[in-house]
Every structure is written in C-alpha cells, then in structure tokens.
T-cell receptor, first 112, second 112 residues
Framework: DGGITQSPKYLFRKEGQNVTLSCEQNLNHDAMYWYRQDPGQGLRLIYYSQIVNDFQKGDIAEGYSVSREKKESFPLTVTSAQKNPTAFYLC???????????FGDGTRLSIL | RKEVEQDPGPFNVPEGATVAFNCTYSNSASQSFFWYRQDCRKEPKLLMSVYSSGNEDGRFTAQLNRASQYISLLIRDSKLSDSATYLCVVGGFSGGYNKLIFGAGTRLAVHP
C-alpha cells in the first residue's frame, strides 16, 4: 500500500543525546514536512523539503536538523540543543500543485 | 494575527445535532483549502477539500467565501464517532514555496 511510514512509534532520549526519527514515503511525492505537536496544541512546522537535496527551516527549527538525500526519505534529528524535545512528531508529504498533505502516524518522543 | 484562525471550542453537542465550524485566513492569495480531522493521540487525516462552489460529502458540507476569507464546515446528524478535533488548512505561496498552514483546531465532543 502507498503511504508514509514513521519509526519508531515511541522513542526515549537521554540528556545530551541526539536521536533520529525516520520518515519514508512511497507516494512519489516531492514535498515532505516535519511537524511538532505538544499536548492540546496545534501543529508547528519544524522543517520542510520541496525537492531532493533542498530543505527549508520552518517556524521552530532550532535544535533540529534534517537531510533529504533521497526522494523517499526525510529523517529528522533531534539534537541535544533542543532542550524540550518531549512531543508528538509528525511527518507529512504532498504531491504537486494544490494537493493535500498526507501524514504518517507519528513518533512520540520523551526524555528519560 | 494568526494566518489561520479557528474557534478552539470545545463544542459539546448531542447526537443528531447539526454543528458548524468557522475558520478565517489572512492571505488573500491562498489557493487551496482543506478540512482535516484529528483524533486524540493520532495523526491528522484529510476529511475533505474545499472548493469555491462549496462541496458536500455525506453529512459534511464545506463552504468557501473568498471575499471574506472565510471557510466553514457543517456536520449534520452528528454521531458519537464525529468527536475529534477539526483542523482548517489553507495553502498558497509564501516565501517562494507552496505551503499549507494549519489552524490550531476546533474540538468537537458529541454526547449521547
């Protein structure tokens, strides 16, 4: 089935540790996105990529990094500089033109 | 002013009620409009696109008023399973990129 796969579903980070969240899509979409959602809050855009080897900072990029070496993959690294990483992280992709976004089922990150 | 604004609710309604959500957006050049549904601790899922002429999908009707920069979602004959957060989403070009902007969502609770 076509879709977006995020892994792991749950992740725990120790202090000072970098962790990487995986996002893979087989929808042949050019654009991919990472959002953060805190309890009871809306989505906040961390990074987005319109095409391979290109990405842009969103509204809350500090403490995060991404890469886009392949069309299918857009991993997000939560660095030790992100002091409050506990949140629900959502990856999305979008086809060309005015198409809607499709979301993966998310990764919940907590601090140990 | 937020780019996409929604009444956060919650809207508490009995089964069978009709409920309407409103959404306003600030970018007059916006080109695409959607309603998403998000269940607790899950990813957002596309409910329906919103077209200029208005559109209906079963019990759900979406309307767009470009002059007033206003979108609405009407749910008729509410079911318990309609309980969720409804996200208004607006797309258009910003900073040279085609982006979707998510509202913070309106919570709906349908009770017996």
């Amino acid at each position: 089935d076509g879709g977006i796969t995020q892994s792991p579903k749950y992740l725990f980070r120790k202090e000072g540790q970098n962790v990487t969240l995986s996002c893979e899509q087989n929808l042949n979409h050019d654009a991919m996105y990472w959002y953060r959602q805190d309890p009871g809050q809306g989505l906040r855009l961390i990074y987005y990529s319109q095409i391979v080897n290109d990405f842009q900072k969103g509204d809350i990029a500090e403490g995060y990094s991404v890469s886009r070496e392949k069309k299918e993959s857009f991993p997000l690294t939560v660095t030790s500089a992100q002091k409050n990483p506990t949140a629900f992280y959502l990856c999305a992709s979008r086809g060309q033109g005015d198409q809607p976004q499709h979301f993966g089922d998310g990764t919940r990150l907590s601090i140990l | 002013r937020k780019e996409v604004e929604q009444d956060p609710g919650p809207f508490n309604v009995p089964e069978g009620a009709t409920v309407a959500f409103n959404c306003t957006y600030s970018n007059s050049a916006s080109q695409s409009f959607f309603w998403y549904r998000q269940d607790c601790r899950k990813e957002p899922k596309l409910l329906m696109s919103v077209y200029s002429s208005g559109n209906e999908d079963g019990r759900f009707t979406a309307q767009l008023n470009r002059a007033s920069q206003y979108i609405s979602l009407l749910i008729r004959d509410s079911k318990l399973s309609d309980s969720a957060t409804y996200l208004c989403v607006v797309g258009g070009f910003s900073g040279g990129y085609n982006k979707l902007i998510f509202g913070a969502g309106t919570r709906l609770a349908v009770h017996p």
